[in-house]
């Protein structure tokens, strides 16, 4: 059982930053990224770890958004800056125990989330 505990979402205006972390139980061996998901939308992935410790973005974010790992201290982080609205999402962080394609598979472990509002 991964435990995963989000933090640093918040309210800001378009243009500028959040960082946000997410404090693992464990992360070594795992597919590791963070997800987003607005009411009424499907879930996205916004960024991850593929297997070869590379970053892997999705389109809309490529160039904003920065995921890095700590795995000596089991912290995943989201630098996001150049925020937009269209980025208010719930943030998600999760793991699985495969990639395929490069992006996490079978999300199976997930954190409660943090909200992140982008106002125009």
């Known amino acids: 059982q991964v435990q995963l505990a989000e933090s640093g979402g918040g309210s800001v205006q378009a243009g500028g930053s959040l960082r946000l972390s997410c404090e693992a139980s464990?992360?070594?061996?795992?597919?590791v990224g963070w997800f987003r998901q607005v009411p009424g939308k499907e879930r996205e992935a916004v960024a991850n770890?593929?297997?070869?410790?590379?970053?892997v973005y999705a389109d809309s974010v490529e160039g904003r958004f920065t995921i890095s790992q700590d795995l000596a201290r089991n912290i995943l982080t989201l630098q996001m800056d150049a925020l937009r609205p269209e980025d208010t999402a719930m943030y998600y962080c999760?793991?699985?125990?495969?990639?395929?394609?490069?992006?996490?598979?079978?999300?199976?472990?997930w954190g409660q989330g943090t909200q992140v509002t982008v106002s125009s």
């Open positions: 770890i593929d297997s070869w410790n590379r970053p």
């Open positions: 464990e992360m070594a061996g795992y597919c």
């Open positions: 999760a793991a699985a125990l495969e990639w395929r394609g490069g992006r996490c598979a079978s999300l199976k472990y």
